[in-house]
């Protein structure tokens, strides 16, 4: 979601006041979405994700030289990509389009009717279009809850251990409370296939934590901290700030910072006055063996 003017995030922080836990959360974006009260809606995939899909930068770590999953294996089948909190599903109609087989999983079913009428809408739209050579991956819709297991059993069945080669992660941790960010590293480190691969397209890293949200604050410092701790539950002052001093040593089967850049282009919520992106990349893996 965008960062909203200072009349839209009053309505949407007393939105969103006496939500606790994912469950009253999605709730409430379920609110939102059946209001049609969009704000953070931009009608278009995120540049920096087209960017990054059409010319994935060279990786200089040399114990992880791919920094994306190709989209299917050598025995042809093909890679299974998750986006959390898609919304109307653009960036999942995207990775689609490179080959993935792309899942938009929400916990709002009003937005993924919305999802469903953008597919057929704009589906074929040249930004959802597929390169030479390149196989349009299918694309599956699902409602459910983030932190639960029951719609991977319905999608994917037990034989597939419920694991995903690609994952995106935009505007769906700057929707969540602070107090829920142990529990979304945690999901990450269990949904994440050995050799995947977690992008986040970092965002909002320029506003004050104690402006609170959503959006909520996110500079890099909070990935660098969560992400490699997974299901821990780390301190914040008063002011919403991150209490670095009290942190721990990461756990050993945290996720691995690979890379992190700041794209050329992203949404236009991501620059500053001066024209300059404030977004940021990091793509995670787990740690090698």
Known sequence: ????????????????????????????????????????????????LVDLLSSPPPSTNPAYPNLLPSPSSATGKRKKALVPGCGKGYDVLLLAAHGYDAYGLEISANALK?????????????????????????????????????????????????????????????????????????????????????ICLEFPTYKPASTGGPPWALPPKIYMAHLPRPGEELSYGEDGELLEEKIGEPSRNGLVRIAHWQPERTHEIGYDADGKVTDWISAWAHPQV
């Open 1 to 48: 979601m965008s960062t909203p003017t200072p009349d839209v995030r009053t309505q949407l922080v007393s939105h969103f006041s006496t939500a606790t836990g994912s469950t009253a959360h999605g709730q409430k974006w379920d609110e939102l979405y059946q209001a049609n009260f969009l704000p953070w809606d931009k009608g278009f995939p995120s540049p920096a």
């Open 114 to 198: 919305e999802a469903k009428k953008v597919e057929g809408e704009k589906g074929n739209e040249e930004v959802y279009s597929t390169r030479k050579g390149v196989e349009r991956g299918a694309v599956t819709w699902v409602v459910g809850d983030f932190f639960e297991d029951g719609f991977l059993r319905d999608v994917l069945g037990e034989a597939e251990q419920g694991k995903f080669d690609l994952i995106y992660d935009y505007t769906f941790l700057s929707a969540l409370p602070p107090v829920m960010r142990s529990a979304w590293s945690r999901r990450f480190n269990e949904l994440l296939a050995p050799e995947g691969r977690l």
